[in-house]
């Protein structure tokens, strides 16, 4: 089961998530001790392995860095769920082997402190602190596919290995 990080804004952009000055690493347990901290100073004091964010449009606009990705990775957050995502943010997390749900539904319904359960295949979301089912429509089997190996360099090599 996993909590809900609820905030409720639009355009949270990559240096709220992961702050340039911290961008001198690329290692994740690092990143996630500065996750979200100027967006919410406490978020890592907080936050538990599998947790999820939940925000509203446009998250990870921006720059275009994967530090924001690993930041969420080190802090073992298992995914953010956005009204929408900037589409670089979109594309490094998905390279990095990390989930995004983009639903304006689940936005809308997901409280802060919920307990959810995500069925990435079947495009669902199961809140279980309000007994609601929230659909999404799940990523492209390719997708997927590069989630579950780790990240596309990880899928890769994999191949290559045969």
């Not at 509203?56 to 606009?61: P, S």
């Not at 409280?111 to 279980?128: F, N």
Request: aromatic fraction near 8%.
């Amino acid at each position: 089961m996993s909590k809900a990080h609820v905030y409720q804004r639009d355009h949270i952009n990559t240096d709220e998530i992961i702050p340039a000055r911290y961008l001198n690493t690329d290692a994740e347990e690092e990143l996630a001790q500065h996750c979200l901290e100027d967006l919410d100073v406490d978020f890592v004091k907080k936050v538990q392995p599998g947790d999820v964010v939940v925000a509203g449009d446009d998250f990870g606009c921006g720059s275009s860095r994967e530090h924001a990705v690993w930041a969420f990775r080190g802090a073992k957050v298992q995914a953010v769920i956005a009204h929408s995502f900037a589409r670089i943010f979109y594309r490094n997390a998905i390279n990095c082997g990390f989930h995004v749900i983009e639903s304006p539904d689940a936005t809308e319904r997901i409280k802060d402190g919920d307990e959810i359960e995500i069925d990435y295949e079947a495009g669902v979301i199961h809140d279980k602190t309000n007994g609601e089912e929230i659909k999404f429509q799940p990523l492209p089997q390719f997708a997927q596919e590069i989630i579950a190996a780790g990240g596309l360099l990880n899928k890769i090599a994999a191949e290559l290995k045969g």
